[in-house]
């Protein structure tokens, strides 16, 4: 699948460390799903969708340079564009869904929230970040669910004081869902599929793999028996119960697996292998 080139239409700053880039392109793409991004001479990275419709948007956590590079780009720049690639959310129909996000992970919930609410679902959000300022999307998300988001920060600036995980647990005991889908962080992910393990709620994660080829040819993505970029990104909570990976390793540029470095940054589950990302 080649790479085909898009011109951007409008570049939004969201909060101080994520902006949104709006393309002039409508492609066919169920929420969950993604796009490698190219930036020539720079890299191709993938992408889920924040915006899906006649424009689609991605939108960015700048992290090293491509995500700089694709934040310094301005409406009439063009990128190259693979895809929609992968297996987004599975949608159901007059459910009561429960939404937990990370970060950046909040992203790709909104064209999900906009889609469930259009099966005739009511969406509740649990929407968390380090601190208020990088609070992503709440008011989209209240807008399309006519409910605000309950919000978490880890340093207290904003609603819940600490991981979004933690208030996670309490609202699905509150709100009683019928099914979680979540994305960001994946030790907040696989906390939330433990307690929805405990209470025998499906549950649906998208995750984040070291992806190149991004169509299931490379195996860099491999994530327990699963190429993230085609299975994934988004697994059931069935088939990642047995996957000992999830929350656990990731694989670095090289195939060699490194251990999710806990929250905050201080300790990781077990030791570091090799530093290389
Ligand atoms: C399915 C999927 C969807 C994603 N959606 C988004 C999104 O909507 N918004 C967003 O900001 N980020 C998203 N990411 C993560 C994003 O791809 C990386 O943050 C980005 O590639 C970092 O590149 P960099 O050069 O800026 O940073 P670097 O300094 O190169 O790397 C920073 C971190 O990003 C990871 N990374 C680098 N290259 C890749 C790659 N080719 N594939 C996966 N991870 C990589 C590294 O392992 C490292 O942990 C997604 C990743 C996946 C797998």
Redesign the pocket.
């Known amino acids: 699948m080649r790479s085909r080139p898009v011109s951007i239409t409008e570049m939004r700053s969201e909060t101080p460390t ?1 902006c949104t880039i709006v393309l002039d392109w409508e492609p066919e793409a169920q929420p969950g799903q ?1 796009v490698m991004v190219w930036l020539p001479g720079v ?6 969708f ?1 915006s899906i419709g006649p424009s689609a948007a ?11 590079a694709l934040c310094a780009l301005d409406p009439g720049d063009r990128v190259g564009v693979r895809g929609p690639l ?1 297996k987004g959310f599975e949608l159901l129909e007059g459910k009561r869904c429960l939404l937990v996000g990370g970060g ?1 992970g909040v ?2 919930l909104v064209p999900l929230a906009e889609a469930l609410v259009a099966k005739g679902c009511r969406v509740y959000s649990a929407v968390g970040a380090r601190t208020r300022e990088e609070l992503l999307f709440i008011d989209r998300l209240a807008g399309i669910a006519g409910l605000a988001p309950e919000v978490a920060t880890d340093d207290g600036s904003q609603g819940h004081h600490g991981f979004v995980s933690n208030l996670a647990l309490r609202l699905m005991d509150e709100f009683r869902p019928d099914v979680v889908y979540t994305c960001g962080p994946e030790l907040m992910m696989r906390k939330v599929a433990d307690a929805c393990w405990e209470r025998s709620i499906p549950c649906q994660a ?7 080829c991004g169509i299931g040819l490379c195996d860099a ?1 491999a994530c327990g028996r699963y190429l ?2 085609r299975d ?2 988004v697994l059931s909570g069935e088939h990642l119960r047995g996957v000992p990976d999830f929350g656990s390793f ?1 694989r ?2 090289s195939g060699v697996k490194v251990p999710f470095a806990a929250p905050g940054g201080g300790g990781s589950i077990g030791i570091r292998l090799r530093s290389e ?1």
């Not at 890299?43 to 889920?48: A, F, I, L, R, S």
């Not at 991605?58 to 700089?68: H, S, Y």
């Not at 998208?206 to 190149?212: G, P």
């Open positions: 994520q993604f890299d191709e990275v993938p992408m889920g924040s991605i939108t960015i956590q700048r992290m090293g340079d491509a995500t700089e992968g950046n992203a790709p998208s995750l984040e793999r070291y992806m190149k993505c993230v970029c994934g990104p990731k670095g540029p990302d």
